[in-house]
């Protein structure tokens, strides 16, 4: 009896910091992707597509691009209804704590005008942002209201989520580039590796299972929601 209490008072304890873990690499890796696009803002080379869109509204708008993103994200998850998408802590996290974090360091960080400091704020926030999508996405709370988003018209169109994911990020970056977000070569990088350092990130940051005692990397669905926020 008493080694059966010790069992599951174990047990609960595991669970319970598992949890904890959990929990920190989600808001953990939300602050950081906003902090790493914010740096993305600053170097001025080319935004993200869902950046390039924040952008431009917030061009338009007078808004600071952290409200506008938390706005781009509740109007999205608004989407997900038609969809049939359930969002999970996660997705509903992203929403606020993204552009909350965004506007913070922008507010820290000072303006950036040579060259010399630009290029090297554009790689770290590239490679920061996909240590951060490794991170919240390892977690496995549910993705960002975007990523469902795609995944979502994936279920429904039968179409590859490859193809969704273009289809909208090109939609996307258009209308942020005509309302007068930055598209330049920080664009295209961020494009070409923001996959592959993101599923690096996924195994650096994977969450072993609470029952399992060995290392289980992160499954089939964050692995397919390797989709930016």
Partial sequence: MHQATTTTGGHVLSTRG???????????????????????????????????????????????IGVVSIAVGAVVL????PLRQRPG????SNVFVVGIA?????????????????????????????A???????????????????TGLHRRTGRSIRLMRTAVEIAVVATGFALGGTVGAGTVLYALSIGPLAQL?????????????????????????ILRS
């Fill in 132 to 150: 951060a999508t490794g991170l919240y996405i390892a977690a496995r709370f549910g993705p960002g209201p975007r990523d469902g988003l795609m």
């Fill in 78 to 81: 608004l989407l997900w209804i």
């Fill in 102 to 130: 965004m506007d913070g360091t922008l507010a820290l960080v000072p303006d950036a005008h040579a060259l010399a400091v630009r290029i090297p704020l554009l790689l770290a926030g590239i490679v920061l942002n996909g």
């Fill in 89 to 92: 802590l996660g997705t509903v």
């Fill in 201 to 225: 990130f996924l195994r650096v940051f994977a969450v072993p299972s609470a029952s399992d005692s060995g290392t289980v990397v992160a499954g089939g669905q964050p692995r397919r929601a």
């Fill in 18 to 64: 598992h949890l904890i873990r959990r929990l920190s690499q989600l808001y953990a890796g939300l602050a950081l992707y906003g902090a790493s696009s914010a740096l993305l803002v600053e170097a001025g080379l080319g935004l993200e597509p869902w950046g390039v869109l924040h952008q431009g509204l917030a061009e338009r708008t007078g808004l600071t």
